[in-house]
């Protein structure tokens, strides 16, 4: 039976999204028509992620992405939509990305979590 994380199984009331997100913490720069701004990206699917930034995005709008893992290169997001914006927050869903970062994409979202033990 696979081991799965309570966060990586959190939906948003009516959630329709095809794929599960994994709760992440991870560094990226957004790049837009205007200019580039730092942030977190605060959940992660193969499809898409949630941002957590100090510059307001719009509904609709087209953005690029380079996320920062915790472990080897960073991952460049060639074209992104944002989908949703709540304050500081947005839900971007990934348009296009090379094959090799779809790969890594995925081996990502499919780890496991290991919750501890209780003792």
């Known amino acids: 039976m696979p081991i799965v994380s309570v966060q990586d199984c959190h939906v948003h009331g009516m959630d329709r999204r095809m794929d599960v997100r994994k ?5 990226t720069i957004v790049a ?9 990206v605060t959940n992660i699917s193969r499809r898409g992620c949630e941002l957590s930034l ?4 719009r509904r609709d709008q087209y953005i690029t992405l380079k996320v920062y893992l915790d472990e080897g290169p960073a ?15 947005a839900g971007v869903e990934f348009l296009r990305l090379s094959q090799q970062h779809k790969l ?9 979590v290991k919750l501890p033990l209780e003792a």
């Open 32 to 40: 837009d028509k205007v200019g580039l701004v730092r942030g977190q």
């Open 75 to 89: 991952m460049q997001i060639d074209l992104g939509k944002v989908r949703w914006v709540e304050e500081e927050r």
């Open 54 to 57: 100090t510059k307001l995005l």
């Open 23 to 27: 709760v992440a913490s991870f560094n």
């Open 104 to 112: 890594g994409l995925s081996r990502l979202c499919a780890e496991q």
